[in-house]
Antibody
Framework: EVQLLESGGGLVQPGGSLRLSCAAS????????MTWVRQAPGKGLEWVSS????????FYADSVNGRFTISRDSSKNNVYLQMNSLRPEDTAVYYC????????????WGRGTLVTVSS | EIVLTQSPATLSLSPGERATLSCRAS??????LAWYQQKPGQAPRLLMY???NRATGIPARFSGSGSGTDFTLTISSLEPEDFAVYYC?????????FGGGTMVEIK
């Protein structure tokens, strides 16, 4: 079964850091791009960051550029999101998603992990 | 950044009725648009990609059309499980963006 499982969310103070992980299973991880999408409480979806299958290219929303870093470890079938200088407006459920081959759309999603930035 | 505007914000319909959802882009995205469905407490599900292609396992009552700046998602006859929030998303350039969503609610 194709599956994505996020972890690493929690409560962090403004200015703090957090590292999210997403464990992939059931497919050949190394051939797929991966993405993080977030959803603030009661709000819509916001694309955060994407990484190509090779890991050579990464892309970021303006709202997180310079603060967040996406990476992947194909030996562990994991994708990560390092989040620094966190702000209250970063509070959201963070979803990991698989990119459809050849397209930047997302066909498999995890259940999400909640990040709360508050003092 | 391409802004996607979805309308209406809320659509109140009865089971069996036809739903027509709109997504308008601030500049051309060619046919590079997807639609997602999200139910409360769940992750989004891909419905359509590149405007008119149904994703794997999506019923035929869902269809998509459009190109350039104007797109439509149509649900030909609403089933009880179709009441949800729907989002559009483009892949024309970076950054990728989502629309604000349309909630389809039971009338």
């Amino acid at each position: 079964e194709v599956q994505l499982l996020e972890s690493g969310g929690g409560l962090v103070q403004p200015g703090g850091s957090l590292r999210l992980s997403c464990a992939a299973s059931g497919f050949t991880f190394s051939t797929y791009g991966m993405t993080w999408v977030r959803q603030a409480p009661g709000k819509g979806l916001e694309w955060v960051s994407s990484i190509r299958s090779s890991g050579g290219d990464t892309f970021y929303a303006d709202s997180v550029n310079g603060r967040f870093t996406i990476s992947r470890d194909s030996s562990k079938n994991n994708v990560y999101l390092q989040m620094n200088s966190l702000r209250p407006e970063d509070t959201a459920v963070y979803y990991c998603a698989r990119v459809i081959l050849g397209y930047w759309y997302f066909d498999v999603w995890g259940r999400g992990t909640l990040v709360t930035v508050s003092s | 950044e391409i802004v996607l505007t979805q309308s209406p914000a809320t659509l109140s319909l009865s089971p069996g009725e036809r739903a027509t959802l709109s997504c308008r882009a601030s500049q051309s995205v060619r046919s590079y648009l997807a639609w997602y469905q999200q139910k409360p407490g769940q992750a989004p599900r891909l419905l359509m990609y590149d405007a008119s292609n149904r994703a794997t396992g999506i019923p035929a009552r869902f269809s998509g059309s459009g190109s350039g700046t104007d797109f439509t998602l149509t649900i030909s006859s609403l089933e009880p499980e179709d009441f949800a929030v729907y989002y559009c998303q483009h892949r024309s350039n970076w950054p990728l963006t989502f629309g604000g969503g349309t909630m389809v609610e039971i009338k």
